[in-house]
């Protein structure tokens, strides 16, 4: 095995693999409707949890065979114990480059200056309403006002790429869809529309429920002003991007149920107990924590890698009326 960047991992459809989603608990401080209902959840057992240094052994493997950003989620990744130590790890292998956090937001306020000082530049920010009462019946707690604190630190604190997740859910919260466009006018941030995902069990998914990208843009456009789109590039993710004349931020649409950027998938995923996921939508798992309990070497560890990487699909399997779809909870994949 070299480090240098050749060896990367190429799949078989010649997509480089360079970007991991590492979900580091199932465990969450919310009870989104849409992720974590409160009558349905079990926690893993925590010998179950992959611990700090089984996850180091990974990203380290994984940063010699090309894997350059890695992003930190959940559940909620903040509400770890002791996550910091966690991200400083991380931050010393050699060939990582860019350590990226999804959170919801709630203890973000404690902790935005650490993860400043620990170079972390990509944060985002889970928000699917600005009125507190909602807020409550969506995620099941009164903590509106933390999580836009959190927002605010991040903006005082200059996080160069601040992005705000909102998940786009009919007769909840599709109202606020121009008013969440309208921050980016303000604020440098990119504004996420995401459509509601037909994951997990228990996740409370429902066609009616359901509200398209297309209708969001349309919807935002009618009351807010007309948007100009942005060139994509290699930074763009699965986000078409969007942005008003005048904004100072941007405006993205992730839209998994066209998913019409399978073809510039360049990710894997683990979950928090160390399975990894070649595809959000595909349910075939391959067990690394036992691989690491049973003591495997970082060289036999690579080579599994590499040819694991060589059966992600192409795109999502469909499934019933194209839907993708898949029986893990978010939380413990991590989105
Ligand atoms: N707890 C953190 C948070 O909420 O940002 C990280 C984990 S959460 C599973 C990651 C992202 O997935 C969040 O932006 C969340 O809104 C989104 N998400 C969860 N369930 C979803 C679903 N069924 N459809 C679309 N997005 C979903
Ligand atoms: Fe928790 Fe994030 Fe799921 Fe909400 S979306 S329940 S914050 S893991
Ligand atoms: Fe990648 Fe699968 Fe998502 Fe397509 S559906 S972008 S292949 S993870």
Known sequence: MTDNNDAVLVDS???KITYLRLSVTDRCNLRCFYCMPQADFNWMPQENVL???EITTLVRVLARLGIRKV??????PLVRNNVLKLIEDISRIAGIREICIT?????LPDMTDRLVTLGVRHINI????LKRDKFEEITGRDLFDRVWNGIEKCLEADIPCL?????????????????????????????RFIEFMPIGKGSNWGEQFFYPSDKALEQIEKRAGKLVRKERTAFSGPAELYRFQDGR???????????RFCNECNRLRITADGRLRLCLFSDIEMDLRQMLRTGINDEDLAAFFMDAVKTKPARYMARTQNLPSCNRRMSSIGG
């Open 51 to 53: 611990r700090f240094e």
């Open 71 to 76: 992003r930190l989620t959940g559940g909620e």
């Open 103 to 107: 959170t919801n937001g709630v203890v």
């Open 163 to 191: 992005k705000i997740n909102f998940v786009m859910i009919r007769g909840r919260n599709h109202d606020e869809i121009a008013d969440f466009a309208m921050l980016t006018r303000q604020l440098p941030v990119e504004v």
């Open 13 to 15: 459809f010649g997509r």
């Open 249 to 259: 931020g941007s405006i993205g649409f992730i839209s998994p149920l066209s998913h």
């Open 126 to 129: 889970s928000l699917d309403t």
